[in-house]
């Protein structure tokens, strides 16, 4: 069995974690690819982990969620299952503490762990062309996704005007700081930030949030996954930024338009049998009145 590792090389506490996890892929009878950039701190034999994930049958990401939605955004569209060991403070989508490292190998290996086929978001990029100014009708940019798309206007205190739309049917018109276009694992995320609804995770479902909208009838709208949402910017100005997954994106102007829909490559999210989501909830976002009750 070969395990992809995926981690920052400079986190502090790296170089222990390493040794322990050199340790037990040694004892289980793992091979270890690392990232070149691994390789370079803490050296290794062999080829270097590629962005393409060859011949690995799974990738392991040390850090917290943004290392795994890294590490989710390759393993996603080449079918390769991906599992996080939680080096930072949240760890919500991360399914490993680190103190479970050396179990998480032997499980891997005698397959005992449970795997998730979570829904993915392809985002594109549709830019004004033409002396029309009209939005390009193919993306321009293409995205992958497991969270969410944010559409937003950076640092400047203003509100963006857009026009939202569920296929060919107009939702509406919102003045706000934003939307987040979000997939319901991604509703944990900036989405549950922003006031949207919980989903729980296996629902083939997309939800559409605004941020801080301007009226008080504008509320998140949850819709199915086989539909495409648009966002096309009304606001004439320059800069409005798309966020994709808190990590990658790009920019759009007065006029254009970001499209999401279902990525047709799920990602195959490992997880450990003895967790659930609820629990997760509770433990990492003190969900629910988990108080003792007073006598």
């Not at 040694?26 to 290794?44: I, K, R, Y």
């Not at 008080?216 to 800069?239: F, K, Q, Y």
Request: hydrophobic letters at 40%.
């Amino acid at each position: 069995m070969r395990v992809g590792v995926l981690s920052q090389p400079h986190h502090a506490a790296l170089r222990d974690i390493m040794d322990r996890l050199r340790a037990a892929a040694s004892e289980n009878g793992v091979d270890l690819v690392l990232t070149s950039d691994l390789m370079a701190v803490f050296g290794g034999e062999g080829p270097a982990l590629d962005e393409r994930l060859e011949g690995v049958d799974f990738l392991l990401t040390l850090g917290g969620d943004g290392t795994l939605l890294k590490g989710a955004r390759l393993a996603g569209p080449r079918d390769v299952p991906v599992v996080g060991c939680n080096l930072g403070k949240l760890g919500f989508l991360t399914s490993v503490p680190l103190g479970r490292l050396e179990e998480l190998l032997h499980r891997l290996r005698e397959r005992q762990y449970e795997e998730e086929a979570r829904l993915a978001l392809e985002v594109g990029l549709h830019p004004t062309e033409g002396p029309a100014g009209m939005a390009s009708a193919e993306p321009t940019e293409s995205f992958y996704a497991l969270n969410d798309a944010v559409v937003h206007k950076g640092g400047f205190a203003r509100l963006i005007s857009m026009r939202v739309w569920v296929n060919e049917e107009e939702i509406g018109q919102y003045s706000a700081d934003g939307i987040v276009l979000a997939t319901a694992t991604g509703s944990t995320a900036y989405s549950l930030s922003a006031g949207g609804p919980i989903l729980f995770p296996s629902l083939d479902a997309l939800v559409a949030t605004p941020i801080c909208p301007h009226s008080m009838s504008i509320r998140p709208v949850v819709v199915p996954a086989d539909t495409t949402i648009n966002v096309e910017i009304l606001s004439r100005m320059d800069g409005i930024l798309v966020t994709v997954d808190g990590q990658s994106g790009g920019r759009l102007g007065g006029g254009g338009r970001v499209s999401a829909r279902r990525s047709p490559h799920p990602v195959r999210l490992i997880r450990m049998p003895d967790q659930n989501f609820f629990s997760v909830l509770r433990q990492k976002m003190r969900w629910g009145d988990v108080r003792p009750a007073a006598d």
